[in-house]
Nanobody, 121 residues
Framework: QVQLVQSGGGSVQAGGSLRLSCTAS????????AEWHREPPGERREMVVN???????QYEDAVKGRFFAAWDKAKNTVDLQMNNLTPEDTGVYFC???????????????WGQGTQVAVSS
């Protein structure tokens, strides 16, 4: 089993920065990918960044150059540094991990509880 707990977020004015953290516990050695998703108000959830165990990181175009994800394997955390925030970044942010199943084959996913990010103009 893997459990995820999120922290961080809050309210900030446009142009400001926020940092989100997602801490994993349990069988963390089975995790091979970590992701950040967001749900803008009234809109569908979308992935904004994913980071593979290999270190390869991909960002959605809207956040590229402003958001930076980091996987700290010593602390079992995946952080999301969000800079130069705009009102369009407002939403509930979720972390998710992909991990190998108990036998070591196949994949299962675990979601964090979500955290609110509000950016005012």
């Amino acid at each position: 089993q893997v459990q995820l707990v999120q922290s961080g977020g809050g309210s900030v004015q446009a142009g400001g920065s926020l940092r989100l953290s997602c801490t994993a516990s349990g069988e963390v050695s089975r995790i091979y990918e970590a992701e950040w998703h967001r749900e803008p108000p009234g809109e569908r959830r979308e992935m904004v960044v994913n980071i593979h165990n290999s270190g390869h990181t991909q960002y959605e175009d809207a956040v590229k150059g402003r958001f930076f994800a980091a996987w700290d394997k010593a602390k079992n955390t995946v952080d999301l540094q969000m800079n130069n925030l705009t009102p369009e970044d407002t939403g509930v942010y979720f972390c998710r991990i992909a991990a190998f199943r108990d036998p070591g084959l196949g994949t299962f996913y675990v979601w964090g509880q979500g955290t609110q990010v509000a950016v005012s103009s």
